[in-house]
């Protein structure tokens, strides 16, 4: 979990694409001097493949990347968190009067974070710039991926596979992707 998130320490006011990068940093370096290994291969999920890929782009030993459906615009992330807090409260049945979105399934955002998504703006074709050996993007469409971005990529389809949408001890990662 990045740090202020799930069952890591920290606060939310320190949730930012910079701090959950740099956590991302740590891992890759616990696990290279844990286990002796020069290079990795990193898996992200949504957001986590969009910070994944960035954090690949700064590395030289990063030499694989699964982005399961990345995110590449900020403002429709916002709108289906916003979806998902909604039909968080009204299963909870209460309805919020905040103005602007605050938190999503029990996660605060920090105005920090809020601005990071907000100006989140990128294209399939910049998500596989990344210069590893090693590329898959899991997506719903891997036909229209695929047409855009050539053979450089391994395509998985991921239709029809939940990613958040059970209780957290349900979900799954699906050992396809994997």
Known sequence: DYRGTGDSAGEYHQHSFASWQQDIHQAIDFI??????????????????????????????????????????GKELLDEWTQDQKAHEKALGYTATKEHLSEVLGFSISPELMKDVQELST???????????????????????QQLL?????????????IWRQEAMQARVPISLL
């Open 150 to 162: 050539g053979d450089e990529v391994t395509y998985i389809s991921s239709q029809g596979i939940e």
């Open 32 to 73: 290279k001097q844990r286990t002796g290994v020069n290079q990795v291969s990193i898996m992200g999920l949504r957001l986590g493949a969009t910070l994944a890929q960035k954090v690949a782009m700064q590395r030289d030993d990063v030499d694989g990347i699964c982005m399961w459906e990345p995110c590449l615009d």
């Open 123 to 145: 294209s399939p074709q910049q998500l596989i710039a990344v210069p590893c050996d090693k590329k898959c993007v899991a997506v719903e469409d891997p036909q229209y991926w």
